[in-house]
């Protein structure tokens, strides 16, 4: 049990979201379960701190009103629509929970092991370089400037979901970080079985064409293809991402009831339809696929041909932004030293 | 009266082009005359009743048609339970039904009774799980279904902003127990198991109290 919790971990409430996460997990009385899955042996274990606990801190009054703004702006950046977001997505789109939720690439573990390298765009990169790449790709925006007040708060609500994990800790991995891969699907993927699944427990939220739904000008459901959806270059269009992120969060409020072949199947059928373009694009689908196929476009179906059409052949950016690229994509080098 | 009958004819028609589009086509006026015999219960501006102890009568005026629809065929095939409601459904036909879910869905929100006397902790907690939720248990806020404000989001996500807390609460119990099963993809059993009785008692109170805003 020790080796569960760490040092910082071990205040009463912390041990208390830990048991409440067995607990909900291990209930099997409820006709639907969440069937979380439970901490591996050795595993880090970190349950980030709530805003009822920001309250309750010391810290600077200053610095909650920070913290406070950033996660304002993370579970509604819909606020920053037409000036750093152009589509349909807060950042609690795809992080459930407020960023905090196991298996929903909870966002603490960014900040405790940044700087760090990435192969997607292979240099080092700081923790708002992170939230950069989920601007850039996962809303199709325009970043906040580095620094800017907008990024600082987000940055600070990073990393107070973080509180009390060691920097850079490392040997063990961390429960429930990311969209962990599923086990490859043994009948491979079939849009015509995703499209059914898709229909029996996603269209009623999502929309039959995958608009979501938009009522009195606010998201409601966020949009899973289409114009106001994530972008090509979007860490979830990999199918293996989307596929992890809806067995485990899928349908709303009920976590695991899909099976993986089911997710892999729907997956492939919301990556096989039109989005707006990636970033990256040279100018031509089939050079951009090749050019990031390793590093990322050998788990997309961008630039392949699915139901006779070529997807990603266009020069669409989803109607509301301007530019292919901000300019706060760039490449880093300490080659001059 | 000249100018307020205008409005309501032009309103009646927009909404008339609106759900002709999507599932429910009904005529108010028809509907209007059939709801005499709902209205012992309902009363006459949809406003229901909250019954502390009792059987609350739920707040129709101003809920979206299509739901309103489906839960009355729901009562009269039996998939949703109520003794009380199931004489009154059987005296209407499938087109009264669509008449009288489209005349409720058209009258103006009232408020919700029954919160009144909730303590601040209480409403406090109500607050956190209608809009927050409480993910430490799974308990996905009512806003991310029910629509900003639980204002009710499109046709299957029901307005439970200004409902009666003891309707609330009833319903709640309800999918608890078993008794309502009728839900989509048991969309709303999942959160509902979930909610311990206290969370029932203080949600309610807090739904109860928020304005319920016209269906769109």
Redesign the interface.
């Known amino acids: 049990m020790d080796g569960l919790f760490t040092k910082s971990s071990l205040s009463l409430a912390v041990a208390a979201g830990v048991l409440s996460f067995t607990l909900q997990a291990a209930n099997t009385e409820h006709r639907v379960p969440t069937n979380i899955p439970q901490p591996e042996e050795g595993q880090f274990v970190h349950v980030p701190p709530t805003m009822d606990d920001l309250e309750k801190s010391n810290l600077h009054p200053e610095l909650k009103r920070v913290i406070r703004r950033g996660h304002d702006l993370f579970v509604n950046t819909q606020q920053l629509r037409g000036k750093n977001v152009f589509n349909g997505m807060n950042c609690s789109s795809c992080h459930l929970g407020e960023g905090r939720q196991p298996f929903s690439a909870p966002v603490w573990p960014a900040a405790v092991v940044l700087p760090n390298y990435r192969t997607k765009n292979d240099h080092v990169n700081s923790l708002e370089e992170r939230i950069v790449g989920c601007f850039s790709f996962s809303m199709n925006g325009k970043p906040p400037e580095y620094g800017s007040d907008n990024m600082l708060a987000l940055a600070a609500y990073h990393q107070w979901l973080a509180k009390g994990v060691p920097m850079y800790q490392s040997g063990k991995s961390m429960y429930g970080r990311g969209f962990p891969k599923l086990p490859e699907p043994e009948k491979g993927m079939s849009f015509e079985r995703g499209k059914q699944i898709y229909e029996a427990n996603c269209s009623i939220c999502h929309a039959a064409d995958g608009s979501g739904l938009v009522q009195n000008g606010e998201v409601v459901f966020p949009p899973l293809w289409g114009d106001t959806s994530y972008n090509w270059g979007a860490g979830i269009s990999r199918n293996f991402t989307l596929s992890s992120f809806i067995k485990h969060n899928m349908p709303l409020g009920q976590p695991n009831s899909l099976t993986g072949q089911e997710s892999w199947d729907v997956a492939s059928y919301i990556n096989s339809h039109e989005r707006p373009q990636d970033p990256r694009y040279t100018g031509n689908v089939k050079e951009t696929r090749e050019k990031y196929l390793d590093t990322f476009h050998k788990y997309t179906n961008y630039g392949l041909e699915v139901n006779g059409k070529l997807l990603g052949d266009h020069d669409n950016l989803g109607g509301e932004k301007d530019f292919l690229k901000p300019d706060a994509l760039r490449p880093r080098t300490f080659s001059a030293e | 009266m000249g100018m307020k009958s205008q409005v309501i004819t032009a309103f009646t028609i927009l909404t008339f082009s609106l759900t002709a589009a999507h599932a429910v086509e009904g005529d108010p006026v028809a509907g209007k005359q059939a709801v005499a015999v709902c209205q012992s219960c309902h009363q006459p501006d949809g406003s229901g009743m909250n019954i502390p102890g009792g059987e609350s009568w739920p707040k129709l005026a101003g809920l979206n048609a299509s739901y309103l629809y489906k839960q009355l065929l729901d009562i009269k095939e039996g998939t949703r339970k109520s003794p009380t409601m199931n004489p009154f459904v059987d005296m209407l036909n499938e087109q009264q039904l669509k008449d009288v879910a489209v005349y409720y869905s058209q009258l103006p929100p009232n408020e919700g009774k029954g919160g009144e006397k909730a303590t601040d902790e209480q409403l406090a907690r109500g607050e956190k799980l209608a809009t927050?939720?409480d993910?430490?248990?799974?308990i996905?806020p009512c806003s991310?279904?029910h629509?900003?404000d639980n204002q009710g989001?499109?046709d299957?996500f029901p307005g439970i902003a200004g409902q009666h807390a003891g309707y609330i609460a009833d319903q709640l119990r309800a999918w608890k127990s078993g008794k309502r099963d009728n839900d989509?993809?048991?969309?709303m059993?999942?959160?509902a198991?979930?909610l311990d009785d206290e969370d029932i008692v203080a949600v309610s109170a807090w739904l109860s109290r928020q304005p319920a805003k016209p269906a769109?």
Request: glycine share 12%.
């Open positions: 927050d939720g993910w430490n248990r799974y996905v991310s279904c629509g900003s989001a499109g299957h989509p993809q048991h969309l059993l999942a959160i198991e979930r769109k």
